[in-house]
């Protein structure tokens, strides 16, 4: 099975793709994870893409579908795979659909994640993320058990660069000119599912899970 997640940064995607691919045993595909990989890196690559990723903005799509094929090209990537924040725009969109014509598979799920700004800004600015297994915490709302160390795997938490309040109101400023598009555009194809995303993280998970479940 595949399935991307859509909705705006803050929505939640990667805290459900990470717990949807230990569920329905997908490989969790994030592009941001890849690029900011190549960032801590410094690969070439990562030295492109920091400062646009610093500023909140998108990657040049070219630099995105390189990371994108080099992961779909693994031999893991057969048993399926969750897309967490690609596409982000039609261009990416039609790259995606070239990617997957050629291997002869298609798109089973799209999910849109639907979240108020004022949810995203308070969630995003208070987010703790663990720098190994890229588990997502909250100061205030969801705090680690021992401060500073993920209860998952002892990785250490840390704050992202954008996830600043300025940063914040820039990058949801961004989905709502480029990405917001491709809702009507999986709606045409019939696969797409709007749920809200303010609601409890584990009740959002059961509604995918049962998604999923319908379309297998
Ligand atoms: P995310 O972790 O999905 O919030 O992405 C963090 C940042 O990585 C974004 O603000 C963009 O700068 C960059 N990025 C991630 N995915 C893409 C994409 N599909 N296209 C362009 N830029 C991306």
Request: with cysteine; hydrophobic share 35%; glycine share 6%.
């Amino acid at each position: 099975m595949r399935i991307i997640l859509l909705g705006p940064p803050g929505a939640g995607k990667g805290t459900q793709a990470i717990k949807l691919s230990q569920r329905l045993g997908l490989i969790h595909i994030s592009t941001g994870d890849l690029l900011r990989q190549n960032v801590a890196k410094q690969t070439e690559l990562g030295k492109e893409v920091k400062d646009y990723m610093n500023r909140g903005a998108l990657v040049p799509d070219e630099l995105v579908a390189k990371i994108l094929m080099q992961r779909i090209n693994q031999a893991d990537t057969l048993q399926g795979f969750i897309l967490d924040g690609y596409p982000r725009n039609l261009k990416q969109a039609e790259t995606l659909e070239n990617i997957l014509r050629q291997r002869n598979i298609n798109i089973d799920l799209v999910i849109d994640l639907d979240s108020s700004e004022s949810v995203i800004v308070q969630r995003l600015t208070g987010r703790l993320v663990c720098k190994s297994c890229g588990m997502n915490f909250h100061i205030k709302n969801m705090p680690p058990k021992t401060q500073g160390v993920c209860d998952r795997c002892k990785g250490e938490l840390y704050q992202r660069d954008d996830d600043k309040e300025e940063t914040v109101r820039k990058r949801l400023d961004v989905y709502r000119k480029e990405t917001s598009s491709l809702i009507n555009y999986y709606k045409a194809t019939g696969k797409l599912h709007r749920l809200s995303a303010d609601a409890d993280p584990e009740l959002v998970l059961q509604q995918i899970v049962a998604l999923a479940k319908e379309i297998k």
